[in-house]
């Protein structure tokens, strides 16, 4: 008779927290409903065929990465508002989902950091595959996290893109200035400065650069040269003058960003352009550790 009551009651209970379960399953479906909703709204035109393939994808995502709806619609509008093309925007989501699960920030921090590189440098970008992977590498080399990078690497980006500076030498100078200041916005600052000064005409590290090239910096870089052959020869004219590569600049912020690239007799450069040879593949190997622990895979 004892038993026969707690078993009753085990199941009064278990079939309230059924009930509960569905109750809560129908509101999740509503809400994933009215968010996929908004998401159509940017594609108008589009069949039903096509929008219950994106939902059943976007599902697929979640389960596959361990992420509610309620972070990857959102990332889903993100990335198209962005102008991910439609084709392209669940592979785009994955590497997004991987960068948020190895670099330990938020997917749409992920979403906007890869977004934002792509629109910078336009049809000269490279693959997002290659972006993940050197913003990961740009994390591991350097002192910085993914939600510190992802919150400042926007304010470099056009100027960096606008001159021809590859996204990855432009990584392994963040790695190389977070290395000493330890503070990834001020790293920013120091080599948007640099970059501006050097670009600006009648700027006085325009004006020695070109004395030091006998053309200006904007034409040296389209000539295939990269910014650490640009601040050797800017750093050698220094020297050649019996002044130090500070003195080329008019704006502290923007010669102390150039100290930095060249610390140590540009071994420091050296030592973390080599951390970025073998980047392909980071930011999945960074995943795959990631993913390994109770809580993911709970």
Known sequence: KKLGTVVKAGAVAAGAAISAMAVKGVKDFIDFEKKMAEVFTLLPGESKKFKDKMSADILEIGTQFGMLTEETVPALYQALSAGVPKENVME????AAKLSIGGVMSLKESVS????????YGKEARSVDDIS???????????????ELAASLGDVLPIAAQLGIDFKELGIMMAVSTSITGNTAKSVTGLKGMMAELAKAGMKANTMFELAAGKSFPEFIKEGNSMEDALKLLDKHAKSLGLSLLDMFGNLEGGVGALQQASDGFELFASKKAAFDNFSGATKT????????????I
């Open 92 to 95: 785009f989501l994955k590497t």
């Open 113 to 120: 950091s890869l977004a934002g590189v792509l629109n910078a």
């Open 133 to 147: 992977d050197i913003f990961f590498t740009t994390i591991k080399a350097g002192t910085t996290t993914g939600r």
């Open 286 to 297: 960074a995943m795959k550790e990631m993913s390994a622990i109770w809580e993911f895979q």
